[in-house]
């Protein structure tokens, strides 16, 4: 289970857009790895897995709040 304690809905869409942005991924296509920044001991990051059908290729993004958002 993902935890994601303290992260408004609003923080985590915007977080998955601007993924989106840089690559196009599908709701259905991605999946969440992990949300815990260790280096602020929260979960206010957000990493994603997509494998891209066409290449063949993995994606993993990853972006976090700003601290002071956590």
């Not at 998955?16 to 920044?37: G, L």
């Not at 929260?42 to 993995?58: K, P, Y």
């Amino acid at each position: 289970m993902t935890r994601l304690k303290g992260m408004t809905l609003s923080q985590f869409n915007g977080l998955v857009e601007d993924m989106r942005k840089v690559y196009p991924f599908k709701d259905e296509q991605a999946k969440i790895i992990d949300t815990h920044d260790m280096m602020a001991d929260c979960n206010c990051m957000l990493e994603l897995f997509a494998h891209d059908e066409d290449t063949g290729v993995d994606v993993r993004l990853s972006k976090g709040l700003n601290y002071d958002d956590c």
